[in-house]
């Protein structure tokens, strides 16, 4: 009995609960986990750091906007923004790099007859006098006028359902308008149907009124376990003369895919990163499991490497997508945060360079394509002095 | 021989099994930031602190804070608030322009992040209860805690 006892204590003190020792006072860089690559190869073209645009902000208007468009005609050049859960689309002339102004200022109400359903979820500014603005919750789209005044509204979903995306606008998944039709990319499926996503590229054609679900079967192997968010599709227009496409990227794919919605024809091109292993790209789970909770989620999508957003600059013949690195939840609860590159081809997705983003400086969603290249939200400045958003103009040497 | 013995095992179940409190900083760590921070807003008859981080599970953070401001617990001087890992601090100000909330003596801005940067990493607010001046519970404020809310009622 009492040797019984014994081992009872013995196998108790051993089994249980262990306090969750957590000091952290400060980051021991030394034992900080380093994923460390070989460069695959040699790049011919360095990324530089170049010209500024100052765009002066109001006391209302402050840094982050889920969706910038830069938009050209003849000597015009604007820049225009949406500042996060403002209703408020920002027209910028950015004609003079260091004298840039605000030409006007479109405030949506929640409600009455220029509301677009409540909170607006990101905008496409077609021209002056045709603006397109997505409902958050993705159900319609406002065609509004400068002046605010809503023209049409487009159903384009009657309401939420889990066997399709929902639209979600942003920089690098932006509203495309196309033949007369809207392409949005948006949110992966809660639900599977006959065992495949249902297309994370959503179509809405407004002569038809139809909507319609592209591409559930790509890119190869998504429909194999539970991804997440890792499937998320980001894309941005690829037009030579009057051939548009989209170029599609998605997260957990070296490739790079050109799309014709018109023919439907698919194309794929590698674009593989030099830095970041994106072989070791895995599903959270290979039955459909999902995470539990918002930290079981974050630990995953964090631990995979994944590519972001894509942008094509065809006056300067450039193809540019972003990459992070992944990062385990130990470093993050040092305020570690993973390395994002930023990779650099022609329109023949002969890549040029590759380097290491800034990502204490640089908020890489928040990026355009001008007549001159790249422009990147430079966040530090805006943190010494909250009056104006700066971007800074990446470009190959 | 076998009544002495229960005793200890029994212990042994019970102190051995504590909340975890993963990513987030110590009871003696934060008892020392909060004295230092508010000094003599700081007392015996403070009942609970609030520290909401500005970036971290967006819907946790807003659906919280839409609570405190309709609710007027800011109005409430036995409860501190600390805001910190502040991404956009101009944001912050706007949101919270009306009735000067960030100027009370309850209120805190952690703007230069230091209770972020001594390791307080988390995705949720975290709700902590005192009595006397001690911690008796720390919860996150999280979709799937129920138990907070009724607490923040209850002050």
């Not at chain 2, 940067?117 to 979709?143: A, C, M, Q, T």
């Amino acid at each position: 009995m009492k040797r019984i006892l014994s081992i009872l204590i013995f196998v108790l003190m051993f089994c249980s609960c262990n306090q969750v020792k957590k000091q952290n006072n400060s980051a021991d860089v030394s034992k900080v986990e380093r994923m460390q690559y070989d460069v695959l190869s040699v790049f011919s073209k360095k990324i530089t750091i170049g010209d500024e645009i100052r765009i002066p902000l109001d006391a209302e208007t402050t840094f982050y906007t889920e969706t910038v468009q830069f938009y050209s005609k003849k000597d015009q050049q604007l820049l225009i923004t949406m500042p996060l859960s403002s209703n408020t689309i920002n027209v910028y002339d950015i004609s003079k790099k260091n004298n840039c102004n605000q030409v006007n200022k479109i405030k949506i109400p929640l409600e009455g007859p220029n509301s677009v359903d409540g909170e607006i979820g990101g905008f496409l500014y077609h021209n002056r006098d045709s603006i397109f603005v997505l409902s958050k919750f993705g159900f319609k789209v406002g065609l509004i006028n400068n002046e605010g005044e809503v023209l049409h509204k487009y159903q384009i979903q009657q309401e939420y359902s889990p066997n399709y995306t929902v639209p979600i606008v942003s920089t690098f998944s932006p509203i495309s308008f196309i033949d007369n039709a809207f392409y949005f990319s948006g949110t992966v499926p809660e639900k599977k149907i006959n065992g495949k996503f249902s297309g994370l590229l959503m179509k809405y054609d407004i002569e038809e009124k139809k909507t319609s679900y592209l591409l559930n079967n790509f890119p190869d192997g998504i429909n194999a376990g539970y991804w997440e968010r890792m499937v998320r599709l980001f894309y941005d227009v690829y037009s030579l003369g009057n051939n548009n496409q989209l170029l599609l990227s998605y997260m957990i794919s070296d490739s790079l895919y050109l799309f014709n919605p018109k023919s439907q024809q698919l194309n794929s091109m590698m674009f593989k990163s030099s830095y970041v292993s994106t072989g070791e790209i895995k599903p959270f789970s290979k039955s459909y499991k999902k995470p539990k909770d918002y930290v079981e989620r974050a630990k995953y999508t964090m631990a995979q490497p994944k590519y972001l957003g894509v942008k094509v600059d065809v006056l300067n013949n450039r193809i540019y997508r972003f990459v992070i690195n992944k990062n385990s939840y130990a470093n993050f609860t040092k305020g570690i945060f993973p390395d994002i590159y930023l990779i650099v081809s022609d329109l023949n997705f002969n890549i040029l360079a590759e380097e290491k983003i800034d990502r204490e400086k640089y908020k890489i969603d928040m990026c355009f394509v001008s007549n001159e290249g790249l422009y990147i939200a430079n966040k530090q400045k805006y943190d010494q002095d909250d009056n104006f958003l700066v971007f800074d103009l990446f470009s190959i040497e | 021989m076998i009544r002495i013995l229960v005793i200890p095992i029994c212990l042994l179940f019970f102190l051995s099994c504590k909340e975890k409190n993963e990513a987030s900083v110590t009871d003696v760590f934060l008892l020392d930031y909060l004295e230092n921070t508010f000094k003599e807003n700081f007392t015996a008859q403070t009942k609970a602190a609030i520290i909401i981080p500005n970036v971290g599970c967006s819907s946790c953070i807003s659906q919280l804070e839409s609570y405190l401001l309709s609710n007027g617990i800011f109005d409430n001087k036995f409860v501190l608030f600390v805001f910190t890992n502040i991404d956009d601090l101009k944001l912050l100000k706007l949101r919270y322009s009306k009735n000067s909330i960030l100027q009370r003596n309850n209120v805190f801005v952690d703007k230069e992040n230091k209770l972020f940067n001594k390791g307080f990493i988390s995705f949720y607010p975290e709700f902590i209860l005192f009595s006397n001046k001690k911690i008796i519970r720390r919860l996150f404020v999280d979709p799937k805690n129920n138990d907070v809310y009724p607490l923040i009622d209850n002050l």
